[in-house]
Structure formats: structure tokens, C-alpha cells
Nanobody
Framework: QVQLVESGGGLVQAGVSLRLSCAASGRTFSRYAIGWFRQAPGKEREFVAVIDWTGAMTYYADSVKGRFTISRENAKNTVYLQMNSLKSEDTAVYYC????????WGTGRPLDYWGQGTQVTVSS
């Protein structure tokens, strides 16, 4: 069992940076791939980024590639999403998720665990 709690969201101006955190409970955290999704008002939830359990492999949505960086500290049971050069279109609720598999995160397949989300609002 893994429980996920996101933090770090807020209201920021376009162009600035923000770092989200996903804190996990559970002794097996280091065995899970962890990723981020987001859902803007009136839109479907979309994949943002994922990192494998070792931290060696990452994968990003085209919309955030080059601006967002996902990383993890297994000793702290935490995954981060560093978001730079934020745009108004990045406004959404951001969710972290955990799954035993690294592949297929952007395909809509079911994932094992989800957090409750944190709001990010970017004003232009």
C-alpha cells in the first residue's frame, strides 16, 4: 500500500518556477515508478512526467519537455516536479501517481495509487 500527498502548488506569475513534491508512505516506495498528471478545468486529465524506481529513466509529455524536470529521493520517499518557465496553460490540478510499471504511463492505462492533487495557477 502506498499513500501519496502532493504539495507545493500555488498562484504564480507566468515565467517563474515552482517545485511540486509528492511524499509517499509505505516501505516499498522505492520499488514504484512515480509520475505526475494534471487536469485543467473542463479538460481531461493528461500525463506530465514519470520517473522509474531507480531514478535513471524519465519520460515527459511534449508540452512540458525542456521546462519540467522530475526527480526522486528514495531516502526521503519523495518525488519532485521542478516546473520552470511556467505558462498560463500549465494551470491545473497536479496529481502524482505510483505504479509498479514504468511503461505506458501516457496511454491511459490504470495506475496503482493516486494522490489528492495540488492546485497550480499561473497568471499571465
Amino acid at each position: 500500500q502506498v499513500q501519496l500527498v502532493e504539495s507545493g502548488g500555488g498562484l504564480v506569475q507566468a515565467g517563474v518556477s515552482l517545485r511540486l513534491s509528492c511524499a509517499a508512505s509505505g516501505r516499498t516506495f522505492s520499488r514504484y515508478a512515480i509520475g505526475w498528471f494534471r487536469q485543467a478545468p473542463g479538460k481531461e486529465r493528461e500525463f506530465v512526467a514519470v520517473i522509474d524506481w531507480t531514478g535513471a529513466m524519465t519520460y515527459y509529455a511534449d508540452s512540458v519537455k525542456g521546462r519540467f524536470t522530475i526527480s526522486r529521493e528514495n531516502a526521503k520517499n519523495t518525488v519532485y516536479l521542478q516546473m520552470n518557465s511556467l505558462k498560463s496553460e500549465d494551470t491545473a490540478v497536479y496529481y502524482c501517481a505510483a505504479d509498479s510499471g514504468y511503461r505506458g504511463w501516457g496511454t491511459g492505462r490504470p495506475l496503482d495509487y493516486w494522490g489528492q492533487g495540488t492546485q497550480v495557477t499561473v497568471s499571465s
